[in-house]
């Protein structure tokens, strides 16, 4: 007797919850056979590849529902971030414009209608408003295209920023007028949100990294952290373990300091910099750990600490991005289901050319990673002779 697709739904979300995602193709298979069926079974069937990582699987599935529903927006901006991990980036910037379509994600939209979104094209003389979105590592990762846009815009630019990144980007790029998120703008001609550029762009992944490095700590900041860090023993090396914890994905990425018990007997100064309350975590015994998250006042510090810091070793949260804008190396842990500008199968990232990946073999194993961590150590730079 066949089920009803509220059923299978509900048989399939528990099997999901459950990690047995493997069990869902077997559940779906009698009605979805021949390549028809439910749309909603479709959705699910593709969830449950996507957390197999079968993301040639989820492609395949998604473009047909974006073929059958092209109004099924959330149904867009899944293949974008499955098009996007491919690194498919000419359709995959495409689809992300439907970023804000979503029903977490409504709220968020800007919606400005005293001036037109640019699309990319020369408005010579005139003047563009790019206003950053979505997360501080966001921030520091699409920065780098305000010259390119002004290159191709031959516009002046006008930059929004959010306040804690402020004197970052004003430093990195004096010849634009940055102001804080809130601040009545000047007037404008035309807009852009900082992650629309891509597409506004044309933006390749052969066009990757861009100039780097693109952010610089201030020297002043460098010189008290140089001060305040000069009795540990070096290497020094920075560490953040776990996201913000309103991150939709935090759960997936995020982990517990005393789950580093590998890297414990290291030769090394950890310098801890995380904020929020992970940072207050007990380290494993034996970790020569230095905890600065309450001396870190802002990013200003974080990226003086990172600046003179050998390496960063962390799970993806802003600082991985801030390194990488700074040129600085980090070592970045990655859950099986990484988010898609990691993209797949790789061990390094076309974004950060100084960075690499450590992603889990499977789902929930953070201890592998660790101790392939601990394993690269010993035959880094990082280590001891």
Known sequence: MKRSIAELLAHGQALIAADLPEAVGTLLHPYLQGGTGPIPLWKLLALACRRQGKFEAVRKIQEMIVETLPGDLPARYDLADTLLTLGDFARGWEEYRFRYHLPHTTALARHIQAAPRWDGRPISGQTLLIHDEQGYGDTFQFIRLLRAAQKNSEAKILVEINHESLS?????????????????????????????????????????????????ADPRRIEHW?????????????????????????????MRLEQFASLATVAASFLAIQKGPA?????????NL???????????????????????????????????????????????????RWMTEREDTPWYPTHRLFRQSRRGDWQGVLERVAVDWVASEYSPA
């Open 168 to 216: 970052l980007i004003r430093r990195a790029y004096p010849e634009f007028l940055v102001q804080p998120r809130g601040t009545l703008p000047p007037h404008f001609d035309a807009h852009c949100e900082l992650m629309s550029l891509p597409h506004a762009l044309g933006l390749q992944l052969s066009d990757l990294p861009l100039e780097m490095p693109y952010l610089q």
């Open 279 to 287: 940072a207050y975590q007990p380290a494993p015994t034996g970790m």
């Open 226 to 254: 140089q001060e305040r860090l000069q009795d540990l023993p070096r290497p020094w090396v920075a560490l953040t373990w776990a996201g913000r914890p309103t991150h939709p994905n935090d759960g997936n990425r995020s």
């Open 290 to 340: 230095c905890r600065l998250s309450d001396e870190i006042r802002d990013f200003e510090d974080t990226a003086a600490i990172l600046q003179i810091a050998d390496l960063l070793i962390s799970v993806d949260s802003s600082p991985v991005h801030l390194a990488g804008a700074l040129g600085r190396p980090a070592w970045v842990l990655l859950p099986f289901e990484s988010e898609w």
